[in-house]
């Protein structure tokens, strides 16, 4: 065998292999997540990226889109500040993800929004509910309902439901969430011809809350709205009970969380707080996502588990409808999505990319998480 002969056999051997390893990166679709894997919202992170997890699983199992198969890339933003912006820009320079699904936090997924958009990178926010968060521009959306429903859905329940017209409210001056969903929440409360006796602030990380709650507690109000994540809401509601005050508090989704029961303790007990899903909803979907998940993870799945799942869900729909993974094409088909079946309920975008869902409100009884009732836009 000639020497010339073996370099054409050696090079044509080479050029075979690089060949196969662009088809094979050509087979895949490569999607980001960034989440609060660790840091003070982990359990929101953690539960987000299961449901993530799982659909890409399914999508898998089922041969993935366009003929392609799905790889995810998940980056742990650590719940803080500043994170988001650079594990998104290391997943869309570094990594080349034509998608990206993030976060709960509407802070963070405001961080990294505008980074997505100049990149026509596709986002999905499984949970941010901030209005501004798909504000950034058209190429971000979300699968969740947004905090001017929110705020009008537990204003209306105080009223109607707890029969509170007075109420006081304890906001988060560091949160997007918390100030935006305090804002709606009185708009409505006094559109019902109800009276905010009582507004104190706190800045999440704060450990002591006791001074908020006496002045709260002095103004006599007959509920008091926390729109907090729960981290800091279990401690208030201790302190507010050892203060001896036995009036309702309530909030929305950022409380949903095993840890605000053990935070919390028996203080939990008998409130209640807005939420997007309740795995006690008998759907199919529902039914089917509760098995999996549980086969899985070995716990019940909550809102955030659920709403990762469609997240990525719908993103899969999107390419499909697109005939493509490429950035423009998905925006398009995603803004065109129309009664999407998924396990939070039927998902359609709205001129702004918001999904109109239901709520679902949900009490604390027995130390677990009871379904009461679900509302609709």
């Known amino acids: 065998m000639s020497k010339r002969f073996l370099l054409f056999l050696v090079a044509g051997l080479a050029a075979t292999v690089l060949s196969g390893e662009r088809a094979t990166a ?31 699983a399914d999508l898998n199992a089922a041969g993935g889109v366009l003929g392609r198969k799905f790889e995810l890339l998940t980056e742990d933003d650590e719940s803080k500040a500043g994170q988001p912006s650079t594990v998104v820009q290391k997943l869309i320079s570094r990594d080349k993800v034509v998608a990206m699904l993030g976060e709960v936090a509407s802070s963070r997924s405001l961080e990294a929004a ?7 990178i596709p986002m999905i926010s499984p949970s941010s509910t901030n209005p501004k968060v798909t504000e950034t521009g058209d190429y971000i959306f979300r699968v969740c309902f947004i905090d001017p429903f929110q705020g009008a859905v537990m204003a209306n329940f105080a009223s109607r439901t707890l029969k509170a017209k007075n109420v006081a409210l304890l906001t988060d001056v560091k949160s997007d969430y918390s100030i935006g969903l305090a804002k709606f929440f009185k708009l409505q409360v006094e559109k019902n011809g109800g009276k905010i006796v009582a507004e104190k602030n706190y800045s999440g990380g704060d450990k002591d809350f006791r001074a908020q709650l006496t002045a ?14 729960y981290t800091e809401v279990g401690l208030m509601l201790r302190q507010a009970r050892q203060l001896g005050i036995k009036v309702p508090l ?39 996502f509760v098995q999996k998940f549980q086969a899985k993870y070995g716990v019940l799945p909550d809102a955030m588990a659920a709403l990762g799942y469609d997240s990525a869900m719908l993103l899969a729909d999107a390419m499909k409808r697109a005939g493509s993974s490429e950035g423009p094409k998905v925006r398009t088909a995603l803004a065109a999505t129309k009664d999407f ?24 009884k027995n130390g677990k998480f009871s379904y009461v009732e679900s509302i609709e836009p």
Request: charged fraction near 20%; glycine fraction near 12%; hydrophobic fraction near 35%.
């Open 216 to 229: 709260i507690k002095a103004a006599n109000p007959e509920g008091i709205f926390i729109p907090g994540y």
């Open 250 to 288: 309530f909030g929305g989704d950022g409380w949903e969380s095993d840890l605000l029961i053990k935070i919390g303790g028996a203080a939990v007990e008998g409130n209640y707080f807005s939420t997007h899903y309740s795995p006690e909803q008998s759907t199919p979907a529902s039914r089917d």
């Open 114 to 120: 505008r980074i997505c958009q100049e990149k026509q």
């Open 26 to 56: 050509q087979d895949i679709i490569k999607v980001g997540e960034y989440a609060s894997l660790t840091g003070k919202e982990a359990s929101f992170g953690q539960m987000s990226h299961h449901g993530t997890e799982l659909a890409i």
């Open 341 to 364: 079946v998924g396990v939070t309920g039927k998902t359609t975008m709205d001129a702004n990319r918001n999904a109109t869902k239901p709520a679902v409100i949900i009490a604390v």
